[in-house]
């Protein structure tokens, strides 16, 4: 079926640019000239000059990573139209994951307009499954649920008469004003208003049931269930919301709520054990031959986004060409400018093309399209032959080792691996009791869970470890960016959350580089290939990255206390190297900005936020995997926060924000250090020294002026300031800094 469709329902553009290649290469070269140029004046220099030495080939090992990373850009257009439209049986079925763990940091109405987006997709509904993880056990959650159901009765068929373009309702009716306009019947009107009406009573009654909240004590009904319920320490709760039991094309996908066991001190492994949770329950209810699944906040803004996923899934020559289907990340309400370089528009964009261009995007663990088989481990060169033969006693048992004891699924991942695709009916009592079993705690102990299946355990960022295994296993994955944007979520606004986020994920990756599964390992072993291997590579080392930032960072503030150089002095023809070097660096990355349609201040604030980010996030990052490592502390998954809107009147949207989290600690230091190093240079440079120092003056200015946000911290109010009792341990710290420079001069 995969290689039938003409013409090809995807066509593969190349973005090769030679002006960026060349950049690239100049760049390379400048930078390994210089490095030759430290390297002969070795002697004739001190420690600076070593520490420079070291933290530049660092800088040019990663710039390295980057142009291997984004030397080939692809991209893939899509035309669903060329998905054969007659035979709705074509399509095939699909199981949609959304995970949820906080009622609180996740307010309920996010998640459910990602719920009812997905529900709305132009997709035949009895295709089509949602399943609703809810590792915050929470009853807000169920209610809000059924609640929304009733709501995507309605909301569902208005969307596919009129064509809405835009399904998640918070955003549709906060968006459209033109609706009113005179070119809509008045039939249209009346039913416009009234899914208003219906929609802002759905909030409204969330809204309420999350302020009142729903007593404890008091629940009946279905919610019964939810009674005496410790959020860590709790039975499975499965629910049936929805089954579209007429299997109606045009009716609404069926919809089910899981909670998965959790009992205290038994690892649960955050979102890569809900996901597995979900991948075993949906295998034993509806089976589906692919699996899309997306964080709560992550709506479907694009209603032919699975169509779009098809032309790639089916579309390929071969099904080894597109192993997952991954669509970008991007984030709605970004406030102007980007102010804290999170939502990551030009990184996405051009990595994301360029390993493309190698084996493919690596998952981003969310707006991905799954091959089921391929989770439950299949290789791509056993796709024929494991067709044949599972049928046999041996090979069950060899199953029940990797899957776990459920024959129940054990007959279901065996259809799965053999793809064997059919549309299941009602669940019976047998599946209901198997799909318990198998979101017990203790299923999956003595099991290839999490190591040989499914979603991986080990680390914080188990999406890009997942996808690296699969990776490795010969899979290919492709990049799907239609347009409009396949999925919007919400970036973290505020600098907590952005730097806490950041710290997870450089755990994650840390995790990941340091544990027996690195790309290394499987590129020697494995079928990685070795520009996969290093673009994995240029993300995975983020949190190493942040020693070398930190030993530049503090290199002229050391030079201007102790009177020494780690530059080039100016009428040294080395220096125009640095300055070239410096110049093209600008100009090159400031172009990707303006041709993504961003502005340079966004440029700006990014370039700012990755010195803030890898000072502090990344650093505390390295420190949380020493501690995992000695067996002092367990790496934990601490949930973003997401907010409906990130708009606030007060013009303060964008203000950098603190809290007491040690996380500022280094940013606050590394100002005053280099405060203080600009006035001790300054005071000698009344000697006639200040020439001498030239470079060395401008970094430390350019450094200041990274960190603006700290200084305007030092002033600020509320969460806007920064606490006290950092100030005070950052004046500690910095005076230290100073006297240890002075000594060890
Ligand atoms: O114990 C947990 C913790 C988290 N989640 C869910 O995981 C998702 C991602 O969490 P979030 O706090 O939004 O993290 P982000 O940093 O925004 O997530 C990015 O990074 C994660 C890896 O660190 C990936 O899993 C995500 O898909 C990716 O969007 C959310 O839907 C959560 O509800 C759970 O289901 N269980
Ligand atoms: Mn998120």
Known sequence: MANTISP?????????????????????????????????????????????????????????LTVNGKWNPVEHKTYPERLPQKTEEFLPPLDMFVTTADPVLEPPIITMNTVISLLAVDYPARKLACYVSDDGCSPLTFYSLVETSKFAKL???????????????????????????????????????????????????????????????????????????????????IKIIWENKEGLSDGLPRLIYVS????????????????????????????????????????????????????????????????????????????????????????????????????GPCYGGTGCFHRRKVIYGLCPD??????????SVTAYEELQKIFGNSTEFIKSAAQALQGKTNIPNTPSNLVEAAAYQVAGFGYEYGTGWGTEVGWQYGSNTEDVLTGMKIHSRGWKSKYCNPDPP??????????????????????????????????????????????????????LVWALRSIPE?????????????????????????????VALFLIYILYTISEYLETGLSIRAWWNRQRMTIITSTSAWLFAILSVILKILGISETVFEITRKEESTF????????????????????????????????????????????????????????????LPFLKGLFGKGKYGIPLSTICKSVVLALSFVQLCKRAH
């Open 8 to 64: 090809p329902p995807y066509e593969t553009i190349s973005y090769n640019n030679h002006i960026y290649r060349a950049l690239d290469i100049v760049v390379l070269l400048l930078l390994t000239s210089l490095l030759v140029y430290r390297l002969l004046t070795l002697n004739e220099n001190g420690f600076a000059w070593l520490l420079a030495l070291l933290c530049e080939s660092w800088f040019t090992f990663i710039w390295f």
């Open 155 to 237: 909301w569902v068929p208005f969307c596919k008469k009129h064509n809405i373009k835009l399904r998640a309702p918070f955003m549709y009716f906060s968006s459209d004003k033109s609706i009113m306009s005179s070119d809509k019947s008045l039939e249209f009107q009346q039913e416009w208003k009234d899914m208003k009406n219906k929609y802002e009573r759905l909030s409204r009654k969330i809204q309420d049931a999350v302020k009142k909240g729903i007593p404890p004590y008091n629940l009946t009904g279905d919610l019964a269930v939810f009674s005496n319920i410790e959020r860590r320490n709790h039975p499975s709760i």
């Open 260 to 359: 998965r066991e959790k009992r205290l001190k038994h690892p649960h492994h955050y979102k890569a054990g809900a996901m597995n949770v979900l991948t075993r329950v949906s295998g034993l209810m509806t089976n589906a031959p692919f699996m899309l699944n997306v964080d709560c906040d992550m709506f479907a803004n694009n209603p032919q986004i699975v169509r779009h996923a098809m032309c790639l899934l089916l579309g390929s020559k071969n099904e080894r060409e597109a192993g997952f289907v991954q669509s970008p990340q991007i984030f709605y309400d970004g406030i102007k400018d980007d102010p804290f370089g999170n939502q990551l528009v030009v990184l996405i964009k051009y990595f994301g093309r360029g390993m493309n261009g190698i084996q």
């Open 382 to 391: 056993e796709v024929e032959s494991k067709a044949s033969n599972l049928t």
């Open 486 to 539: 396949a999925f919007l979520g919400c970036a973290p606004s505020g600098g907590p959350s952005t730097l806490t986020q950041q710290k997870r994920w450089a755990i994650g990756l840390l995790e990941v580089l340091i544990c027996e599964n690195n790309p290394i390992f499987h590129t020697i072993t494995a079928k990685l290939q070795l520009g996969q291997c290093l673009a994995y590579m240029w993300i």
């Open 550 to 578: 930190l030993c530049y960072v503090m290199l002229p503030a050391y030079c201007l206390i102790t009177n020494s150089n780690f530059l080039p002095k100016v009428h040294e023809p080395a220096f125009y190297g640095y």
């Open 648 to 707: 606030t009147d007060d013009g303060d949207a964008g203000r950098f924000t603190f809290d007491g989290s040690p996380i500022f600690l280094p940013g606050t230091t590394i100002l005053m250090v280099q405060f203080l190093a600009l006035v001790m240079g300054l005071l000698s440079a009344r000697d006639g020294h200040y020439g001498s120092r030239f470079g060395e003056v401008f970094c430390s200015f350019l450094v200041m002026i990274c960190f």
